[in-house]
């Protein structure tokens, strides 16, 4: 069965610097597909970024990269020079190989942006 | 402008009194999906459906019901609402490729 762990319940981090965002996932899959998302205190939900399992790199959308290692099955997500606005939940999810498939997520992470 | 709207944002309802929340896309989406949010839980998956006529429980899919009619809309039904469905509900749809998944705004249901 997939799964998706964020082992990272909550972090506070001084603004400015970058933040690593942690995700792991299990799947007997050979395509896949991993997301990221953002939660702000509004409650509406952002999508952030995507990686297919067979890009050869890693997904950058502006400040947000996702650093993919598919040997240990990890998909971290990067913000660069965080921001204040940065302060959220992220979750991390997962898609299997058919885009029928169902989409699912990790527990997600609360995010504290410090001034 | 594309997006996925969601009525009613907040309800409060009694326990037993069925409800629908409605789902529209104007993305032509094929594959669309209802969630519900917890605390600690993340979100989790009720229906999705493949495209009109076609749905498929997800990982949480007691006491809800679905349909998809038309390729832009696929409410969520509570024939008789319970307490413990209090939470907060997401629709979302997916382009083909299933690379990209857009989110209504959320509908916040208590259940009395």
Known sequence: AQKITQTQPGM???EKEAVTLDCTYDTSDQSY??????QPS??????LIYQG????QNATEGRYSLNFQKARKSANLVISASQLGDSAMY???MRGANRDDKIIFGKGTRLHILP | EAQVTQNPRYLITVTGKKLTV??????NHEYMSWYRQDPGLGLRQIYYSMNVEVT???DVPEGYKVSRKEKRNFPLILESPSPNQTSLY????????GDTQYFGPGTRLTVL
């Open chain 1, 12 to 14: 506070f981090v001084q």
């Open chain 1, 33 to 38: 597909g991993l997301f990221w998302y953002k």
């Open chain 1, 42 to 47: 509004s409650g509406e939900m952002i999508f």
């Open chain 1, 53 to 56: 399992s067979y890009d050869e």
């Open chain 1, 91 to 93: 979750f991390c999810a």
């Open chain 2, 22 to 27: 409605t789902c529209s896309q104007n993305m």
């Open chain 2, 56 to 58: 498929d429980k997800g």
């Open chain 2, 90 to 97: 997401f629709c979302a749809s997916t382009t083909g490729g």
